[in-house]
């Protein structure tokens, strides 16, 4: 079976063979100083749940480069050039050329016979583009993909709105994929903070997180629900009926705990991403997941637009969580 990506087929059928050398007219890349960080990457999670590599593709400079968590730090480890949609701009709608810009999660490989070699290299790896946040836009199109191409092909083509690198590449970077779990941030230009700067931000969205928890924790249902967009859903769920809903826990509930693991923070201009592992306890029920908070940036501060929660290990939460505050841990281990 061959499957073919609707939105990202290369624009180079039918042209002559040109060799690698071409891409040595590419302009050389100015790279940030080892000082600094990227702003929309602000922290990695160390859960081992999670991927512990970002990608990040910056389509001014069409340069791909990938981050990894090292200890509580952020580390470049590899930069490659990459080509881009044949047209510039952030993907609006389908066939329109571009490559989108935003927050993706890589989520199945492709490898022959599935994908015909001469247009999509020896691997491709799909997104999840258009997003949530694109969706809320009205964003249409589909199959936007990480891949390659033959090394016969210059890296200057255009795409159809793929984010395109060589075999040799392509093969480097499955190593760092965790299907579903490794992001692909996709920026017009990223931006670099200095280490006190990214830092700043850094915890000022840890204490944005942290006053949502506690609010939620104590059961203040009224600075609960400030952390709110009036756009928020979830599943089964509006702003009012997710209100009425806490609020009727709360009167069913002697006391909830909720315990968070070391948190993936995202941003990608005024959107966040943040995703964690959570415990879930109160005098009737507990239960462990993966608990995922989409955002956007309302003047000063960030309101929750959706929340999604899966299931996960009891063993895998709890042992993030010992991680990030073993103290916590060990009191809800032990609580009846």
Not at 37 to 51: G, W, Y
Not at 252 to 277: A, C, G, M, R, W
Not at 311 to 325: C, D, G, L, Q
Request: charged share 25%.
């Amino acid at each position: 079976m061959r499957i073919l990506a609707s939105g990202c087929v290369l624009l180079f059928l039918g042209l002559p063979a040109i060799s690698n050398s071409a891409e040595n007219i590419t302009p050389a890349v100015e790279s940030p100083t080892i000082e600094s960080l990227p702003a929309p990457l602000l922290q990695i999670s160390e859960t081992e749940a999670f991927s512990k590599f970002v990608i990040l593709v910056d389509k001014e400079k069409r340069r791909l480069t990938v981050f990894e968590r090292n200890g509580a730090q952020i580390k470049k480890v590899e930069e490659y050039p990459a080509d881009i949609g044949k047209n510039g701009g952030n993907k609006v709608k389908r066939d329109d050329a571009r490559t989108p810009e935003g927050i993706y999660f890589l989520q199945k490989r492709l490898a022959q016979p599935e994908i015909p070699f001469d247009m999509y290299g020896a691997l491709a790896f799909t997104t999840d583009y258009p997003n949530l946040f694109d969706r809320r836009e009205n964003k249409t199109g589909s199959g936007i993909w990480l891949h390659a191409i033959p090394d016969t092909v210059a890296l200057t083509r255009g795409s159809k709105g793929c984010v395109v690198v060589r075999n040799d590449v392509i093969k480097k970077l499955a190593d760092y994929i965790k299907l579903n779990e490794t992001p692909i941030l996709i920026f017009d230009h990223v931006n670099y903070l200095t280490k006190t700067e990214h830092e700043k931000s850094r915890i000022a969205l840890n204490d944005f997180i942290e006053g949502w928890r506690q609010a939620w924790e104590t059961q203040d249902i009224s600075k609960y629900i400030t952390y709110y967009d009036q756009d928020f859903k979830a599943p089964g769920f509006n702003l009012k009926t997710w209100e009425a809903h806490k609020t009727s826990l709360k009167s069913k509930y002697e006391f909830i705990k909720v315990n968070l693991s070391q948190p993936y923070i995202i941003q990608h201009k005024d959107q966040l991403l943040v995703k964690t592992l959570q415990r879930y306890e109160s005098n009737k029920y507990i239960d462990y997941g993966v608990k995922t908070i989409y955002a956007i940036k309302t003047g000063s501060s960030y309101k929750i637009i959706r929340e999604e929660w899966s299931p996960f290990s009891e063993k895998e939460v709890t042992k993030a969580i010992a991680r990030e505050n073993p103290l916590t841990a060990q009191a809800s281990e032990q609580t009846p």
